[in-house]
């Protein structure tokens, strides 16, 4: 596969369920970053990891947990959600010191 | 002409007709912007970029312009065509190193046959 794949693309859970989004890009990039598309605002940034650290997280509630075991993984672990974080989870990749983001198709979350 | 949807401003055209998307960003200091297109299913898609050195670039059918002064932003999309429908956002660059992009709300191309 090329450019960057999420799984699963849809997904279904309860508030008492824990759950994680996988990504993983194939372009050799060393950035990797979670957003989140809701209705009614912006793109959210959510976490940043380059070169395999964590270098931003804003202000995300503790319920998301990301890992980045590699480069070119990047893992959500979702847990005790609630119905507001329904939302399409975006994962992105880039090249250290490169502008363009390169983007998945989203896993489509709704928290029932 | 634009009119303001339900959640994000929608701009209507005919094919055929040139298009142009606007955006205004917030912070003076962003240094790069990009235009992504996001198609209904899928994640946003670079469409063209453009330093805060330069007031004008071009691509393939697509212009995007630069006016630091008011910090504006638009995309003109020359001879739109139905496969232009999208949500369009910009999105601006503060750090270096690894991107921070902040992104626009983003507005709905619908381009009828």
């Known amino acids: 596969e090329t450019g960057v794949t999420q799984t699963p693309r849809h997904l279904v859970m309860g508030m008492t369920n824990k759950k994680s989004l996988k990504c993983e890009q194939h372009?050799?990039?060393?950035?990797m970053y979670w957003y989140k598309q809701s209705a009614k605002k912006p793109l959210e940034l959510m976490f940043v990891?380059?070169?395999?650290?964590?270098?931003e997280n804003n202000s995300v509630p503790s319920r998301f947990s990301p890992e980045c075991p590699n480069s070119s993984h990047l893992f959500l672990h979702l847990h005790t959600l609630q119905p507001e974080d329904s939302a399409l989870y975006l994962c992105?990749?880039?090249?250290?010191?490169?502008?363009?983001?390169?983007f998945g198709p989203g896993t489509r979350l709704t928290v029932t | 002409g634009e009119s303001v949807g339900l959640h994000l401003p929608t701009l209507s055209v005919q094919e055929g007709d040139n298009s142009i998307i606007n955006c205004a960003y917030s912070?003076?200091?962003?240094?790069?912007f990009i235009w992504y297109k996001q198609e209904s299913g899928k994640g946003p898609q670079f469409i063209i970029d453009?330093?805060?050195?330069?007031d004008k670039r071009q691509g393939q059918r697509v212009t995007v312009l630069l006016n630091k002064t008011v910090k504006h932003l638009s995309l003109q999309i020359a001879a739109t065509q139905p496969g232009d429908s999208a949500v369009y956002f910009c999105?601006?660059?503060?750090?270096?190193?690894?991107?921070?992009?902040?992104f626009g709300k983003g507005t709905m191309l619908l381009v009828s046959p």
């Open positions: 992105a990749s880039s090249q250290y010191s490169g502008y363009e983001q390169y």
């Open positions: 372009l050799g990039h060393n950035a």
């Open positions: 990891y380059s070169l395999e650290e964590r270098v």
């Open positions: 912070n003076s200091a962003s240094d790069y």
């Open positions: 453009i330093r805060s050195n330069m």
């Open positions: 999105a601006e660059i503060l750090n270096s190193g690894y991107s921070t992009l902040t």
